[in-house]
């Protein structure tokens, strides 16, 4: 059974930056689809930014330029380095790796 850790989330001011790492379990690190979402509160859950094996990214308009997926074969962990915050990219962020989910860590940004 596959399990995603994530972790690096927290309190951060608003053009502050904080780095999350997810950590897959119970698997080789041989994913086709790497990707971060996030869900606020009373929102629907978002891609905020996509990553294939490939090394294709893509993300959400609202983050490019601030945020950057990588993946890092060698410590079997992937990454999204966040920028710029602001108070608007406050939610849980979630990490997927082709149909696994992680538990979700909650990011705060204060204005």
């Known amino acids: 059974q596959v399990q995603l850790a994530e972790s690096g989330g927290g309190l951060v001011q608003a053009g502050g930056s904080l780095r999350l790492s997810c950590v897959p379990s119970?698997?080789?690190?041989?994913?086709?689809?790497m990707g971060w979402y996030r869900q606020a509160p009373g929102k629907e859950r978002e891609l905020v930014a996509g990553?294939?094996?490939?090394?294709?990214?893509n993300y959400a308009e609202s983050v490019k330029g601030r945020f950057t997926i990588s993946r890092d074969n060698a410590k079997n962990t992937v990454y999204l380095q966040m920028n710029s915050l602001k108070p608007e990219d406050t939610a849980v962020y979630y990490c997927?790796?082709?149909?696994?989910w992680g538990q979700g860590t909650q990011v705060t940004v204060s204005s």
């Open positions: 119970g698997s080789s690190f041989s994913f086709n689809a």
């Open positions: 990553l294939s094996t490939w090394g294709k990214t």
């Open positions: 997927k790796l082709d149909h696994y």
